[in-house]
């Protein structure tokens, strides 16, 4: 009887080669797994039950873990997968619209999201020689920071303040702002509640600003994983686009949950605890995030990726040790005051303790202009109107005059929220307040103005703003032609 032998070498048999772990404890979110002996720091693992672990470090005999999802499916003795690779993440174009977690799962009720490729979550940022200098205004279409504080592309502004006060909305106001200027927006969301997104989302649908933003939930229901992934996935979908040569613009809200979630990990891991129980290297935790900031050299694809970061203070204190540590890798911050809050000026930033250290560079000629001396006279008005309430007798001409143009610029200033003005209006305005105009008007009669004289402009010559836009200085033409339509509508209106 004749017996065929087994062929050795058969090309038809695959051998799927696995370094399998095994759960020793699990202490709510982290992982202690024996096994593994290959493993590295980012390193991506699978659970028994389908779950992904991210590898935050290791001993000679134990490997911690923290868990992506779910953990109730876990148990001691379960077998852990090496997946040998790190961590990276789908990202396409289809992300734009969508609302995504950390793991760029979908968080909507609009399908599958289809990726073209994936990319690194945790990655090096670019060198000094791969960037160029920034020199490019980005537009927030708050009068006060684009006049005083301006801001360019590629900038990191730390927006700081108390709960309430109104931070979160110059972010969105900001997103709102880029609608038609080709900005692609990420707002990402940590450890808030599901409800304060929801306001975030519906404000941006109802103002058609969805169709050009990403929305990261990192929200407190979601697992303490998603949440710490959250600002680095953002980070990865605003580099894909930066890469495409588009001007990317990242809201993080805020950080100061983040430097929460990741204490709470760094204490399950039994790492020691230093000045408020943070660990060691949470400044690294989110500086490595901070410096994937920046402006690309046209080679690398000369995008751009703007960071509004936010973080949360209490009663003031700015002295705190992530506030410190964040302020120390910015650009520069926007401080925002319960106290001015409080009496109704919004956005309720104290430009006195506010600084962006671009400067005036990245502003257009025409802003710069117009706004040279409007933080001294804003400074001065508001010294002479503590004097006036300590005095008794009247006041000299010119200080009434300093009183009314002071009054004229906060009128100018205060904005309604999720109502931002282009900077071509703004220049209109801060023009008219230069002659003098606003001066003997009344509060209600600036407000008034503030409405009318965009449209009233608008149906006297169609492409004036398109003009001064295009130029971004006021030229002897536009400059005359800006003065007689003002003559005009002071003419008519007042």
Same mark, same amino acid.
């Given at each position: 009887m004749n017996?065929?032998?087994?062929?050795?070498?058969?090309?038809d048999r695959k051998f799927d080669v696995k370094e399998i772990g095994h759960v020793a404890s699990v202490r709510k979110f982290v992982i202690i797994a024996t096994g593994l002996p290959y493993c590295v720091n980012g390193q991506i693992v699978e659970f028994a039950s389908g779950v992904l672990g991210l590898v935050l470090g290791f001993t000679e005999d134990k490997v911690q873990i923290l868990v992506l999802g779910d953990t109730g499916g876990i148990r001691a003795g379960d077998e852990i997968y090496n997946k040998g690779r790190s961590l990276n993440l789908p990202v396409s174009d289809a992300?734009?619209?969508?609302?995504?977690?950390?793991?760029?799962?979908?968080?909507?009720?609009?399908?599958?999201?289809?990726?073209?490729?994936t990319l690194p979550v945790f990655k090096v940022a670019p060198g000094v020689m791969e960037r160029v200098p920034?020199?490019?205004?980005?537009?927030?279409?708050?009068?006060l920071l684009d006049a005083i504080i301006p801001i360019a592309k590629g900038q990191r502004q730390l927006i700081i303040g108390?709960?309430?006060?109104?931070?979160?909305?110059?972010?969105?106001?900001?997103?709102?702002?880029?609608?038609?200027?080709?900005?692609?927006?990420?707002?990402c969301c940590i450890g808030k509640p599901y409800s304060s997104l929801l306001k975030v989302v519906r404000t941006l649908m109802e103002k058609d600003a969805l169709s050009y933003t990403v929305v990261v939930s990192g929200v407190a229901s979601l697992s303490t994983g998603e949440q710490y992934l959250a600002p680095y996935t953002a980070c990865m979908l605003g580099e894909y686009f930066m890469s495409k040569g588009k001007d990317v613009f990242v809201v993080f809200d805020d950080l100061t949950k983040h430097a929460w979630v990741y204490r709470q990990i760094s204490? *399950?891991? #039994? %790492? &020691?605890?230093?000045?408020?129980?943070?660990? /060691?290297?949470?400044?690294?935790?989110?500086?490595? *995030?901070? #410096? %994937? &900031?920046?402006?690309?050299?046209?080679?690398? /694809?000369?995008?751009?990726?703007?960071?509004?970061?936010?973080? #949360?203070?209490?009663?003031?204190?700015?002295?705190?040790?992530i506030s410190t540590n964040i302020i120390s890798m910015t650009d520069g911050q926007l401080y925002f005051s319960t106290a001015l809050f409080n009496k109704g000026f919004k956005p309720a930033i104290d430009f006195g303790l506010s600084v962006s250290r671009i400067g005036n560079k990245a502003q257009w000629k025409a802003m710069r202009e117009a706004s040279k001396t409007l933080r001294l006279d804003y400074i001065q008005y508001k010294e002479l109107l503590q004097m006036t309430q300590l005095r008794t007798t009247g006041l000299s001409q010119e200080a009434e005059l300093r009183l009314k143009r002071g009054e004229a610029i906060n009128q100018l200033i205060i904005q309604d929220k999720n109502k931002p003005i282009a900077v071509e209006e703004q220049i209109v305005y801060l023009n008219v307040l230069n002659q003098g105009m606003l001066d003997v008007l009344s509060v209600s009669q600036i407000k008034q103005f503030k409405q009318d004289i965009f449209k009233f402009i608008l149906a006297r010559q169609k492409d004036f703003f398109s003009e001064l836009r295009k130029t971004k200085e006021l030229n002897e033409d536009l400059k005359n032609k800006l003065n007689e339509h003002l003559r005009e509508y002071f003419k008519q209106k007042v």
């Open positions: 017996k065929t032998k087994p062929k050795r070498g058969n090309s992300f734009i619209g969508r609302i995504v977690n950390g793991l760029c799962e979908v968080q909507d009720d609009l399908g599958v999201i289809r990726a073209d490729e920034l020199k490019e205004t980005f537009e927030t279409g708050a009068l108390d709960r309430l006060t109104g931070k979160t909305t110059v972010g969105i106001d900001a997103i709102l702002n880029q609608k038609g200027k080709d900005v692609i927006c990420i707002y204490l *399950l891991l #039994e %790492r &020691a605890p230093g000045r408020e129980a943070y660990p /060691g290297d949470i400044f690294y935790i989110h500086s490595q *995030l901070m #410096e %994937r &900031a920046g402006y690309l050299k046209p080679e690398l /694809g000369g995008g751009s990726m703007t960071f509004f970061p936010i973080v #949360e203070i209490l009663q003031g204190d700015v002295t705190g040790y």
